[in-house]
């Protein structure tokens, strides 16, 4: 849905075209911001559009952080800001549902023990799908 269409949420639209301009930029860098996003996660082909290791990688902590980096830098408009958000929200939820035993700092891809933090966010995307 995020490749094909615009999400409004909460009176802000949620648009690819952001990341498409973040690749665009980043792609052209000796020292990328995101550098697994290839081609492939931006303009997948019909079998790549079922792989859950490239939506995984698009909406990754990595990658909403390089956008905000090149918000910060002016590169990205201000509108932007929507997109990043959302692309870190599915980073967390991604983590949630899977999750791992292996120590690495993220609180949400500990494993599932029904924590405000884990319980909240899933509370918050679940009000997010709705509207």
């Known amino acids: 849905m995020f490749f094909k269409h615009m999400i409004e949420i909460n ?34 082909g019909p079998f790549d559009k079922m792989k859950v290791r490239l939506a995984a990688q698009v909406f990754s902590a990595s990658v909403a952080a390089g956008m905000s980096t090149a918000l910060n830098c002016g590169l990205l408009p201000v509108d932007a800001q929507s997109t990043i958000y959302f692309i870190n929200n599915m980073d967390k939820l991604f983590d949630i549902f899977n999750s791992t035993d292996i120590p690495n700092g993220k609180i949400y891809n500990q494993p599932f023990t029904n924590t405000a933090p884990q319980t909240d966010h899933l509370s918050k995307i679940t009000e997010m799908f709705k509207t």
């Open 11 to 44: 009176d802000e639209v949620v648009d690819k075209k952001y990341l498409d301009i973040f690749y665009n930029y980043d792609n052209k860098c000796n020292l990328r911001m995101a550098p697994k996003l290839t081609y492939f996660h931006i303009h997948p």
